[in-house]
């Protein structure tokens, strides 16, 4: 394996120029895809990086339960500075998990709380909450997907942006994009240099949603009025974790794209662009990245296997 089992945690560096790029040249669905993939499949290779050089820290502890045969000098010389680097992966992985298990518990914890705020309302699609705070937000799962939103918001738009307001919750619902947040978040836990394409996903699949809320409505100028008078008006969802029509994603830029022409549909950038090199870079960091693991994953067990007796 030698120092390559080390690519997948920095190879993540490779994907920040796609970020930014992404937000301003591809379409939000096909940039939300694009980073959204490319953070789990780096995310999860440089989590198999650890696992693989934890096996190689754990195997010096006294007392381990592993094989004695996992400790050879065969093994520890597959990784690089094996005493230092295979202890300093203990902690790290258990730090990984304990991160992403606690954004699993928090996301499911909401959107229980969510749900059950909303008992005994009527099983409708919108439920219209007396509140004289204004804000609306997507939920989905439970009986199922609903639009909540309040009295104040709505009495703070016009006709048509409520139907802006509306078109751009049943967006969110239609095209998951709390999976797509869910995964983004879920991979900068597992390593903090995903962090801007987490930010980046945050932001795109918002600007997805605006763009279909535009194309619902047939005004893509009522639908950035709707965002700037509900951006003006809203004090965010009553938890973090739920995305709102207002809340998410810098509200100017959201704002300035839905009054310029509606960006072009196609779903891979050519070659020769800017994004289409920091595009194809990415895709082949995370390419390098799953086949470093791979080849790292596969050459420890085959040392294992022959270390180990039979």
């Known amino acids: 394996m030698g120092v390559f089992v080390f690519l997948p945690l920095v190879l993540p560096l490779t994907a920040w120029p796609v970020a930014r790029l992404a937000e301003q040249h591809l379409h939000p669905r096909a940039a939300t895809r694009l980073l959204t993939g490319v953070a789990v499949v780096m995310a999860v290779c440089s989590t198999v990086c650890l696992a693989l050089v934890m096996v190689v820290g754990t195997a010096q502890l006294p ?28 902690p790290a992985l258990c730090v990984v998990l304990a991160a992403c298990g606690r954004t699993l518990r928090r996301h499911g914890r909401v959107r229980r709380r969510a749900h059950r705020a909303l008992a005994g309302l ?12 204004p804000y609306a937000y997507a939920l989905p799962g439970g009986r199922r997907d609903r639009v909540v939103v309040t009295t104040a918001l709505l009495d703070s738009l016009e006709p048509a942006e409520r139907r ?11 095209g998951r994009h709390h999976r797509f947040l869910l995964a983004a978040r879920l991979a900068a836990q597992a390593n903090p240099f995903l962090r801007p394409l987490r930010t980046a996903v945050s932001y795109t699949t918002e600007r997805w949603a605006d763009e279909e809320a535009a194309q619902v409505v047939g005004s893509r100028r009522t639908v950035a009025y709707a965002i700037g008078k509900a951006a ?19 509200v100017p830029r959201r704002v300035a ?54």
Do not use: C, Q
């Not at 802006?164 to 239609?174: I, P």
């Open 257 to 310: 794209a839905l009054l310029r022409p509606a960006p072009a549909g196609r779903s891979w950038p050519s070659l020769f662009t800017s994004v289409g090199l920091a595009a194809w870079g990415a895709a082949v960091g995370a390419a390098v990245s799953a086949m470093s693991s791979a080849n790292a994953a596969v050459t420890m067990v085959l040392i294992l296997y022959a270390a180990t007796p039979l």
């Open 122 to 133: 009527p099983e409708t699609e919108v439920a219209v909450l007396p509140d004289g705070v």
């Open 63 to 90: 007392g381990n339960p592993l094989p004695d045969g996992w400790s050879d000098p065969e093994v520890r010389a597959a990784v690089p500075y094996d005493e230092v680097v295979g202890k300093a992966a203990i």
């Open 164 to 174: 802006a307001l509306f078109a751009h919750e049943r967006a969110h619902l239609t």
């Open 232 to 250: 003006l008006v809203s004090r965010g969802t009553p938890v973090a974790t739920l995305a709102g029509f207002a809340a998410a994603g810098p």
